[in-house]
């Protein structure tokens, strides 16, 4: 696990971004997996911006959708698919026809996490998975006590991301479940990387980055992932004074 400091978060999400462009200049039909949220949307907007000076070609590459809370879809305000078409998908032009997302409306959602685990056999693994971490530890929606073993899955939402959810929403939202990739997809991707910035993820990334490695924090299984980079800002690595 190689771990990238950086002065703020500004600085990490351009440098987020420069390693995704250099990745796709070298493997420019790459499977990517990305997140939503805070993390990556400074990273959005210069791969936007890199895409415009053409730094930067996505159009043979293929998108997987991470995660989505049940029941909402890509016109829902605060949805992680609505939030990827707005930030990166529509801003780049890419193709529908290259992206593949969880139908979280689906009526059966066990169906559909057949459908992503088979699109996954059939197109993965990923080359380039990009990560937050949630302030539980999870990764997409792998809640604390998920198994390591796990492909796409519904999820109980911990009471974390329940109450931590809300600020991608104008107003409050009941969150009870979610669909996710699993850690086995995370694990199985040839690259993953992972940001996080701000004093408030200082703890859980020294749990994840220094800890053991628990599914009672979840993103502390990267530790064994043979390719893992992660970049934070320098309030996010305060835990790991001394040991980078
Ligand atoms: P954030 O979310 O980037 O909005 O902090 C991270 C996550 O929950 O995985």
Not at 87 to 94: A, C, N, S, Y
Not at 150 to 175: A, H, P
Request: hydrophobic share 40%; charged share 25%.
């Amino acid at each position: 696990m190689e771990i990238k400091v950086y002065q703020n978060y500004e600085e990490m999400a351009l440098h987020i971004a420069g390693y995704i462009a250099d990745f796709v200049h070298r493997k420019p039909d790459a499977l990517l997996c990305f997140p939503s949220g805070d993390t990556p949307s400074g990273v959005f907007k210069q791969l936007v911006v890199m895409d415009r000076e053409g730094k930067v070609d996505f159009r043979h590459c293929t998108f997987v959708g991470l995660d989505e809370w049940v029941g909402l879809g890509r016109d829902d305000q605060g949805s992680c698919e609505g939030f990827m078409y707005d930030h990166l998908f529509v801003p780049l032009g890419i193709d529908e026809s290259s992206i593949h997302f969880f139908d979280a409306k689906a009526a059966d959602l066990r169906a559909e996490c057949i459908r992503m685990d088979r699109l996954m056999e059939q197109k993965g693994p990923i080359d380039l998975m990009f990560l937050g971490i949630g302030m539980n530890g999870h990764l997409g929606l792998n809640e604390p006590g998920v198994d390591f073993a796990s492909t796409s899955s519904v999820v109980q939402l911990d009471e974390v991301t329940r109450s931590v959810g809300q600020k991608y929403f104008q107003n409050q939202t009941r969150l009870e479940r979610g669909i996710t990739l699993g850690i086995k997809q995370i694990m199985d991707s040839r690259t993953v990387i992972l940001g996080a910035s701000g004093a408030k993820k200082a703890n859980i990334v020294r749990q994840a980055v220094r800890g053991e490695v628990t599914n009672r924090v979840p993103g502390s299984i990267l530790q064994r992932h043979g390719h893992s980079v992660v970049f934070l800002d320098r309030e996010a690595a305060a835990g790991l004074e001394g040991t980078v």
